[in-house]
């Protein structure tokens, strides 16, 4: 069955500092990838996503993900963290079948920035 | 989140009472999709619907659980009979098209049943 971990329930990291947070995946065939924030009491922000081509992914706010088939990695990535970046952020799957498209969800990673 | 309108955005019932969840998918968008995200935990696909048809509901519960997207108007999720475990929250998704293209969600709705 597909399913996506997130082994890092916290993690906390200096202002300034460097940031990834690790996401791994089961899915039998090519994966389409995305990762999302969440600030308390809000929806969900689309941050990057990977379906096909250069495997180092661009996104908003600085983030950067890397797709490797090899580790069924997508971990998320940002040189320099800010104050702002305070939030959970959850990893996705897209799968596409006959029913259509859903996206199955890791269970978050909730990012503390520390002075 | 720019353009999904869901409300309302908390909503208190009793158990047996209905719960009603609206969701207004951005201009343009004709699909919709719906996930449940209880405490501590990522969302949960239920369903996915596009204008008056049902494409998906492998995430629906059997029972007391339905939705629709009518062919004018917000689509609704509807809970029958609540129970304390349903609390939760309730989030919509649109997209354009079908398939990949990008998902964007709304604020959700915050479910509580006491």
């Known amino acids: 069955a597909q399913s996506v971990t997130q082994p890092d329930i916290h993690i906390t990291v200096s202002e300034g500092a460097s940031l990834e947070l690790r996401c791994n995946y089961s899915?039998?065939?090519?994966?389409?990838l995305f990762w999302y924030v969440q600030s308390p009491g809000q929806g969900l922000q689309l941050l990057l996503k990977?379906?096909?081509?250069?495997?180092l992914v661009q996104g908003i706010k600085g983030f950067e993900a890397e797709f490797k088939r090899s580790q069924s990695s997508f971990n998320l990535r940002k040189p320099s963290v800010h104050w702002s970046d305070a939030a959970e952020y959850f990893c996705?799957?897209?799968?596409?079948?006959?029913?259509?498209?859903?996206?199955?969800f890791g269970a978050g990673t909730r990012l503390f920035v520390k002075a | 989140n720019a353009g999904v309108m869901q409300n309302p955005r908390h909503l208190v019932r009793r158990r047996g009472q209905e719960a009603r969840l609206r969701c207004s998918p951005m201009?343009?968008?004709?699909?919709v999709y719906w996930y449940r995200q209880l405490p501590e935990e990522g969302l949960k696909f239920m369903v996915y619907?596009?204008?008056?048809?049902?494409?998906?509901e492998s995430g629906m519960p059997k029972e007391r659980f339905s939705a629709e997207f009518p062919k004018e108007g917000p689509s609704i999720l509807r809970i029958q009979q609540v129970v304390r475990g349903d609390s939760a929250a309730y989030f919509c998704?649109?997209?354009?098209?079908?398939?990949?293209?990008?998902?964007?969600f709304g604020p959700g709705t915050r479910l509580t049943v006491l």
């Open positions: 201009k343009g968008h004709s699909h």
């Open positions: 996705a799957v897209g799968i596409a079948d006959t029913g259509g498209f859903k996206t199955i």
């Open positions: 619907l596009q204008k008056e048809n049902i494409i998906d």
């Open positions: 998704a649109s997209s354009r098209s079908r398939g990949t293209d990008t998902q964007y």
């Open positions: 990977y379906f096909s081509g250069d495997t």
């Open positions: 899915y039998g065939a090519t994966p389409y």
